[in-house]
């Protein structure tokens, strides 16, 4: 089935003192791509240096009246302000340039309703819209019963949002009370996951920074990926095996944004917590963007409001393929998806930063502990197996992580070098 054609967007940015031209600019420009992303065409876009937003309408007044020539001119179905805006703010604007206005938290929740696959995910979607419309709603109904699709309006639905603030209230309500009890299952999941004794890896970065390219390529699996903002919004966890032959669980987590607005962070919580869970972080980061540094500084900053900045991490400099200067500051991997051998590359850091963290083990297991040789393969990294026909046992020596179960198996036999079966 055919979309129907891209709505025409104007993009209003407001700059204030205490942001450089740098980062504003880059602000711009993801705004730009997070509109196409919700298959919007950015036509045009309109900025103002201000010391502080106007109070009714963010930027003054003869910009407003140059907005309103423009839209008529360049005939403009859509007008996207790089800011969020109060109700009253939405109101006068909209009022003013008589065609539909939205903000970036409008847009960006635009796209995790296009995006979201699960019913978590859904469910996640509907209760940020629903809480960011509620107090939007006073006043709307005409603007509303107008909007007739298109970007803003996908996720509830018209319908919902011209019902009264106590229906909405109520669907917020019966959302939080079906997220707890997918979040439970969650919970349980995650700990059969940590009972079945599996290292988990979670890949973090910037959004569009290559993760799910990754993913693909380390899992051998097909997760959705496309060169576009959020194009993974779903945790996705996967098996990856590592050189030596361990198994770990890999998760493709959602992408980091600058200005993520509060809301947001909030209603996505359960979505990042496969990160809090995480025995290494693999935090990807594009390197031929300009603005690589201020995103790191952002995943680091939301790492740590999500309490996950102690568990260790591998930076990963991806997409050096599109850059061409030299990396001399940077001690960290650098890598590219599309050239062969960066694969193995990346797959031999990780194990090294795993191994890193655990302790080495030398234990002697006898041919009858079948099952715990097979573990010691699946569950460590075992770095010798070596058949010892005087004794009549296996000498095995590698490295286990001591919060795994298996660890647990296994240390008594380190401490005793006892061989029986336990």
């Not at 003192?17 to 876009?45: H, R």
């Not at 340039?97 to 859904?122: C, M, P, Y």
């Not at 996720?155 to 009264?164: F, S």
């Not at 995650?190 to 380390?218: C, D, H, M, P």
């Amino acid at each position: 089935m055919t979309e129907t054609q891209n709505e025409r967007t104007l993009l209003v940015g407001c700059q204030l003192s205490n942001k450089s031209d740098t980062l504003f600019e880059s602000s711009m420009k993801e705004l730009a791509a997070l509109t196409k992303t919700a298959q919007g065409t950015p036509v045009m876009e309109v900025t103002q240096k201000r010391e502080r937003i106007h109070p009714a309408t963010l930027i003054g007044k003869g910009k407003v009246e140059e907005i309103r020539a423009l839209i008529e001119e360049i005939e403009i179905d859509l007008v996207i302000v790089n800011h969020e805006l109060t109700p009253s703010q939405m109101r006068n604007l909209a009022e003013a340039l008589e065609v539909k206005v939205i903000d970036r938290t409008q847009l960006i929740l635009d796209i995790f309703a296009q995006r979201a696959k699960s019913r978590e995910g859904k469910l996640q979607v509907e209760l940020a819209q629903l809480e960011y419309l509620l107090p939007r709603l006073s006043g709307q109904g005409a603007q509303l019963s107008r909007l007739g699709g298109g970007i803003g309006t996908r996720g509830p639905g018209e319908t919902k949002l011209e019902t009264d603030r106590r229906h909405i209230r109520n669907r917020i309500t019966d959302i939080k009370n079906q997220l707890k009890t997918v979040a439970s299952h969650r919970q349980r999941y995650r700990e059969r996951r940590k009972s079945n004794q599996a290292f988990q890896i979670a890949l973090v970065g910037y959004t569009n920074a290559g993760k799910s390219t990754w993913f693909n390529v380390l899992t051998d699996s097909d997760a959705y990926q496309e060169d576009q903002l959020f194009a993974t919004l779903d945790p996705m966890t996967r098996k990856m095996k590592l050189p030596s032959g361990m198994l770990t669980l890999l998760t493709d987590t959602v992408g980091f944004i600058q200005d993520l607005p509060t809301g947001l962070v909030a209603a996505f919580r359960s979505t990042l917590e496969e990160v809090t869970e995480a025995d290494l972080i693999v935090h990807m980061v594009d390197v031929a963007d300009p603005n690589r540094d201020k995103h790191q500084e952002t995943v680091n900053k939301l790492l740590k409001e999500l309490g996950a900045d102690k568990i260790p991490m591998l930076t990963v400099f991806n997409k050096n393929d599109l850059q061409h200067e030299a990396l001399t500051d940077y001690q960290t991997l650098s890598v590219s998806a599309l050239r062969t051998g960066d694969n193995k590359k990346m797959l031999n850091t990780i194990e090294e930063m795993v191994k890193s963290s655990m302790v080495p083990y030398h234990i002697l297991v006898s041919p009858e502990q079948g099952k715990l040789l097979s573990e010691l393969q699946r569950l460590t990294i075992l770095e010798e197996r070596h058949w010892m026909e005087e004794d009549h046992v296996y000498r095995c020596k590698g490295y286990a992580h001591p919060t795994l179960p298996i660890y647990d198996r296994i240390r008594p036999l380190i401490m005793q070098g006892d061989t029986d079966d336990e």
